[in-house]
């Protein structure tokens, strides 16, 4: 089983429509979580850190459930700019080595 | 804010050569960095972290006679991949982390083996 698994995807959405990626992790010890954004050909970079009391930036919203193991993105009124892949990642914290999910590739359509 | 830079950004090179990438973070120092390979439509993976001043730690699965990486000072990790056949052909990433919980990523080397 995979330490950070992610909705295979790809998410084909309109323009202005709602998304939302999921993601689990099977490490109980993980200690932060970070959902990262990929553009092709390009070094990822954070979007933003996922809180467990969930933490909004925008458009964008994150959910943490340490119970279930479970993360989660949602993206608003999405834009045209928001096509990219979308990695979970997670980190044991102390280590500070990152643990990526494979990554969920969207494409907003005009 | 943080900047991490790595040089070359790509490279293609014959079969049997080696090739140094290097990873310097611009503005801050930082006494460990991390070393990924992320292969066509698939994630970023570990390779190693590489230890200013002491030896590398390599990622299962990883031989740390082909890839050695070098810690010399605060601000620089090499990463020599030695004797590179085409399957070593990816998209190397390397990453600092700063005094939070965060990481910056250098803009990857794109490796070309023929």
């Known amino acids: 089983r995979k330490e950070v698994e992610q909705d295979p995807g790809p998410f084909n959405v309109p323009e202005g429509a709602t998304v939302a990626f999921n993601c689990t992790y099977s490490?109980?010890?993980?200690?932060?979580f970070f959902w990262y954004r990929q553009d092709c050909r390009k070094e990822p970079k954070l979007l933003m850190s996922?809180?467990?009391s969930g933490n909004e930036d925008g458009r964008f919203t994150a959910q943490l459930n340490r119970a279930s193991q479970y993360i989660s993105l949602l993206i608003r009124d999405s834009k045209l700019s928001d096509s990219a892949t979308y990695l979970c990642?997670?980190?044991?914290?102390?280590?500070?080595?990152?643990?990526f999910g494979s990554g969920t590739q969207l494409t907003v359509l005009p | 804010g943080a900047v991490v830079s790595q040089h070359p950004s790509w490279v293609i090179c014959k079969s049997g050569t080696s090739v140094k990438i290097e990873c310097r973070s611009l503005?801050?120092?930082?006494?460990?960095m991390f070393w990924y390979r992320q292969f066509p439509k698939q994630s970023l993976m570990l390779m190693a972290t590489?230890?200013?001043?002491?030896?590398?730690?390599?990622e299962q699965g990883v031989e740390k006679d082909k890839f050695l990486i070098n810690h010399a000072s605060l601000t620089l990790s090499t990463l020599t991949v030695t004797s590179a056949h085409p399957e070593d052909s990816s998209f190397y990433i390397c990453?600092?982390?700063?005094?939070?919980?965060?990481?910056?990523f250098g803009p990857g080397t794109r490796l070309t083996v023929l």
């Open positions: 990642v997670v980190s044991q914290g102390s280590a500070r080595q990152l643990t």
């Open positions: 996922v809180y467990s």
């Open positions: 990453s600092a982390p700063t005094g939070t919980d965060t990481q910056y």
């Open positions: 503005d801050f120092q930082a006494t460990t």
């Open positions: 590489s230890n200013e001043g002491s030896k590398a730690t390599y």
């Open positions: 490490n109980s010890a993980s200690q932060s």
